[in-house]
């Protein structure tokens, strides 16, 4: 369970963030070409009766020991649309909808 994963997985550091997360909602994502992509597949960032609002996310994978930033990490994420869903959840929308992964550049 993910209790168990946590519980033998503890944090090396303070200041790092745990190594996994919990919840359902990982699907089977695909790699965005490139940071700062539009990742609205189901058309809601253009419904003017319920428009989805823009999300910047933006981050930096830190070596908890060295403090350094790691290029070429992984990093997946995945958003919930207009609808209250995640992609997964719904069979109306393209499953890459608000979802994927990136990997981190030297920035």
Same mark, same amino acid.
């Given at each position: ?16 963030? %745990? ?10 994502? %695909? ?59 719904? %069979? ?16």
């Amino acid at each position: 369970t993910m209790l168990v994963d946590c519980i033998n997985h503890r944090k090396n550091a303070g200041n790092s963030t %745990e190594w996994t997360v919990q919840g359902p909602f990982h699907g089977s994502h %695909e790699e965005w070409p490139c940071h700062g992509a539009n990742v609205c597949c189901d058309g809601s960032d253009k419904d003017p009766d319920n428009p989805a609002v823009p999300a910047a996310i933006s981050g930096r994978v830190i070596d908890a020991e060295s403090g350094k930033q790691i290029k070429g990490a992984k990093v997946d994420f995945w958003l919930t649309a207009t609808s209250g869903k995640y992609a997964v959840q719904d %069979e109306t929308v393209d499953p890459r909808n608000l979802c994927g992964f990136l990997f981190t550049d030297a920035e």
